[in-house]
């Protein structure tokens, strides 16, 4: 595009003050009055937006550093960044021209024309961080390029360049950017105190670290050292990062489908926590934040960790650059996709896919089992997506036709998803086995302070929690009943008015159908509100607001329509209070029954609410506690 006469004229480094003068004059005598602003003050205000504190200006450094492929990236910072930040490299460097021109604005080697906008595989494009850090601080810049006899070195101060001259330096670029908004007061006297600064660029460093493990990084905060990564896999540079414990934690999860492939690690849920924790998505080796990425795996989860809490995770989303679109926000920490949805959904799978894989949750495969132990984790083995197969006319402590008594009826072929004792005996026909195997277990069992049950089996020792054992059976149960709209209704005496948002209102009567399903009986009566006549049988009356409320919640943030969103948290709620309780002294047919029915359901070791059901103590165990 051809300069116009203005910028022709204007585009040198003015002195400001004189220039904004000049602009005032003019004004007063021409009747046209949209000017160009001068780069110095057009790059102030981008650095507004892009720079908006120490640990901003930490990562736009540290990006170019990776982008110009160093392999050894130095942070140095004085003051928590305020008075120095320091960025030293291994990198390709730059020419004298090109030092001097990273400094313009819109300046930038990483995009030549349109269409690479969408094939972007670099930290940078906008060519806008260096301009920005120029003009609100004192820079010096020293770079070689790789292969070139001389460097060149660059101070640059408010967008003014104040000297360029040759220099004796390492191949690679040294940039060291002091007293950050020194031209800039408001923005300077918002700086919180050095301890949050610091934390700010902490998480830059850690965000950009993680997405390179195969760089050496080191951090240096007043001439000490608080960070030295060495180049290695990502499992290696979280563990340097978070701690060696965090080895135990980890999962991988491992995810290749035609829209993305999802790799990195989750943590374990009984290492989840009830504060955020480290939560990481890299999108193309970008960190970004995206809430509802973050529901696909807390929602993976669910069942497996109590409510509230948080798990950690390390994912790297790869797709093809041209389906996401990473210029929606100035710092780039936003990105948007084309196949949100979709992505939702294979998140989640993968996610719960792993978790299965490493049997974290015991989607186990007993037919392949040989016994009750536990199978260390198998990386290859295949993996099962649950389904909910339960009998929903079975209560385990009414039912005449109890599976003990008629094995091979529909009951039992529809628990024979998971059949321990067909897993002991898998040497015989069917029917011999669940006599055989009910006879071991049936003699067996033995209740402990009213709330554990206790057996022997044939690796060890099992110990079942009543209550536990008990909120699964139900659990499964009332999925199926509210599956296949059966769910009951109990009216309340005092119909409840329930006043929800404009946006709730909406979603509540999308998914009505399914509220009624579960035994919700709920009327519109017009301005965002509803009236409940009737809840859940089973459920509580005052919890039947607040369940409502986190049933449009999660459905809001997932999407979906498959109803499960719905129903998960009502059979939850429901199933805790049905259940028998620890306390309870139970006979020997009553536990019996429990035990069967606790191993036909599709997840048996897990409570609704995540918490272990049964426990195991293999042989070797035990004999090690005799000696
Ligand atoms: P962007 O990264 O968006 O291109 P920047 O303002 O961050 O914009 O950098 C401008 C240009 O300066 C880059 O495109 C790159 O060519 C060059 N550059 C910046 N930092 C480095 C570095 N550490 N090593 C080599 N080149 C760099
Ligand atoms: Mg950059």
Redesign the pocket.
Known sequence: MPKTNFEQNHCELLPVKGWINRIFEENITMSDIIRLLPDSIANQIAAGEVIQRPASAVK??L???V??G?TRIQLILREAGRSQIQ?I?N????SDT?AR???ERH?????RSAEDLFMIR???????????IAAIAQVEMK?RKRGSELGTCILIEGSEVKSQEASQCPE??N?SVKNLFFNVPARRNFLKSDQVEFRHIVDEFHRVALAHPGIVFSLHHNNQENFHLEAGGLRQRILSIFGQGHNERLVPVDEVTTIVSVTGFISKPEFARKTRGEQFFFVNNRFIRNPYLHHAVQAAFQELIPQDSFVSYFLFLELDPSRIDVNIHPTKTEVKFEEENNIYTILRSAVKRSLGKYNVTPTLDFEQETSFNFPAPSVNKPVVIPVIKVNPDFNPFQSRNSPIDKPGTESRKESSVYNPQSSIHNQQSPEKELNSGNQELRTNLIQVNNKYIVTSIKSGLMIIDQQLAHERILYERHLKEIAMQKGRSQQLLFPQHFEVTPEDYLLAQEIMNELRNTGFDLNDIGKNTYILHGIPVGMQESEAVMILESILDDFKHSGSHSGREVYEPIARSISKVMAIKNGKRLTNEEMQTLVDELFACEAPMVSPSGKHVVITINSDELEKKFK
């Open positions: 736009e450094l990006e170019n550093a982008d110009a160093a960025v490299d990198g390709m460097g730059m090109d021109m990273s400094f300046a930038t080697s990483k995009l670099t930290k940078g494009f906008r060519g806008e961080a260096l301009a920005s770079t690679g670029t940039i």
